[in-house]
Nanobody, 115 residues
Framework: QVQLVESGGGLAQAGGSLRLSCAAS????????MDWYRQAPGKQRELVGT???????NYADSVKGRFTISRDNAKNTVYLQMNSLKPEDTAVYYC?????????WGQGTQVTVSS
């Protein structure tokens, strides 16, 4: 059973920072790429960024230069550091991985950015 548990969401002011964490099952973490997605009210879920098992990262243009994904394989945890937050970053953020043809999602954590 693959489990993903996010934490770290909350309220921030525009220009501020938040760090999200996603704790994953030890059996899958180190061998798999991990993703962060977000879904704003009334919008489709979108990919924020990905980190491969080797630590390579890729980001959506909307967050490039502001968000950073990292991973700690010893803690089975992936992080999303969000800086220079904007009101349009307000969304529920989800951790995701694709293992053996199955999509696994965390429960989501709310991020709200006030102007």
């Amino acid at each position: 059973q693959v489990q993903l548990v996010e934490s770290g969401g909350g309220l921030a002011q525009a220009g501020g920072s938040l760090r999200l964490s996603c704790a994953a099952s030890a059996t899958i973490f180190s061998r798999n790429a991990m993703d962060w997605y977000r879904q704003a009210p009334g919008k489709q879920r979108e990919l924020v960024g990905t980190i491969t098992s080797g630590g390579f990262t890729n980001y959506a243009d909307s967050v490039k230069g502001r968000f950073t994904i990292s991973r700690d394989n010893a803690k089975n945890t992936v992080y999303l550091q969000m800086n220079s937050l904007k009101p349009e970053d307000t969304a529920v953020y989800y951790c995701h991985c694709f293992v053996r043809w199955i999509n696994y999602w965390g429960q989501g954590t709310q991020v709200t950015v006030s102007s």
